[in-house]
């Protein structure tokens, strides 16, 4: 027998929340934030880097001789090694071909170790006890920035035998804890910076003005200027004997109150729900019902008489039964709070699936005072 049941299972509702640290947090309803944790200084920024490698040392779990790439790596190594080698007759099941990326932070030095995240890009079932051997990492120029090489770290493993397998997390992914060295000087030379400036990661324009008005504050005269909702310029000019190292460190320190959207995110595929506290509700009346149709099947066997020439047959009995539950109603008053709406929703029993599809219909309605973004 089959039934299929449409219903949603799973819901999770966060509310957004803050924990109160000190008084001194908090102006009005904003959230007061350091200037280094809204924003970035121009100019000064990370940089991606990727490369292609092979691990060695697994425990019969790395590429098969399908993946003909890893195979084609290994006798490459072997060669550069003085050994010739077919790579169709290689049969070795402890290596596997990887992707080796990470990111090169700014201000940093040869010599500068930094993490390595190692992908398998064969069929390898896992990169538990690997080595990665000596791998080149280039950036989007082609230019090789640093060399990666080390043992691997997993958060999670793969076991089996028989068929039967156990599997925790991902095991074809792994870390490697500083296992890159930086070899070409990529730090950025803050006192050869054209301008000097920061950006803003959530564009504002209120922020944007509480944060010229905190620099200018701070020196007691017009050292800042706002070119838009993300960007805050500093005018080197009126700051020309402070050394930009310590002009930074003195600014980056400086609290502003942030002035967040109203927004509401949405995750259909997790069930997760999350509200900011400043979002607003117009007066609506939701009215909420549930259709759940429930499909079964039994299967029947068709006897034929005695001395007949007829078969036996296996005859399905499919069976739909629908039920429309009455609906629900559920009234908010204008101006109703995040509360008030968990509180009403909880109220009439709404699902998941249910939470989406009300958000949607109250923004369409112009009821939603926020902006509703769906992953």
């Not at 809204?38 to 697994?58: F, K, S």
């Not at 509180?343 to 029993?349: D, S, Y």
């Amino acid at each position: 027998m089959t039934r299929a049941k449409f219903s949603a299972t799973f819901f999770r509702l966060a509310l957004g929340c803050a924990v109160l640290l000190a008084p001194r947090l908090f102006a009005g309803d904003k959230l007061e934030s350091r200037l280094k944790d809204i924003a970035t200084i121009e100019g000064v920024r990370d940089n991606p880097l990727v490369g292609y490698g092979i691990v060695v040392g697994l425990k019969g779990t790395g590429d098969s001789q399908q993946t003909v790439f890893s195979m084609q790596t290994l006798a490459n190594i072997m060669q550069r090694m003085g050994l010739q080698v077919s790579p169709t007759t290689i049969k070795a099941n402890n290596v596997a071909a990887v992707f080796v990326t990470a990111t090169l932070p700014p201000f940093a030095h040869p010599g500068t170790h930094i993490d390595v995240t190692v992908s398998s890009t064969g069929d390898a079932k896992s990169l538990g006890g690997g080595l990665l051997l000596l791998t080149s990492l280039a950036g989007g120029d082609g230019q090789v920035y640093a060399v990666a090489q080390g043992a691997l770290t997993l958060g999670g493993y793969s076991a089996g035998a028989a068929g039967n397998t156990v599997s925790v997390n991902h095991p074809t992914v792994a870390r490697v804890p500083s296992g890159a060295i930086v070899e070409r000087e990529t730090s950025v030379d803050l006192n050869k910076l054209r301008r000097l400036a920061f950006e803003l990661r959530d564009p504002d324009f209120t922020t944007a003005r509480d944060i010229a008005a905190a620099i200018n504050k701070e020196f007691g005269r017009d050292v800042a200027k706002v070119i838009d909702g993300r960007e805050v310029e500093i005018l080197r000019g009126e700051v020309a004997e402070t050394p930009i190292p310590a002009l930074l460190a003195r600014i980056e320190n400086l609290t502003v109150a942030v002035a967040s959207r109203a927004k509401v995110i949405v995750n259909e595929r997790t069930g997760t729900v999350v509200m900011g506290k400043d979002v607003k509700i117009s007066g609506v009346s939701i009215m909420h019902g549930a259709l759940s149709i429930e499909v079964s099947t039994e299967y029947q066997v068709s006897q034929p008489n005695a001395l007949s020439q007829g078969k036996t047959e296996v005859i399905p009995q499919a069976t739909l039964k629908a039920k429309d539950n009455a609906a629900k109603r559920l009234d908010l008053p204008g101006g109703a709070t995040v509360e008030d709406f968990v509180r009403g929703l909880q109220a009439i029993g709404a699902t998941a699936r249910d939470i989406v599809a009300i958000l949607q219909a109250i923004k369409e309605a112009g009821g939603l005072q926020a902006e509703l973004e769906i992953l």
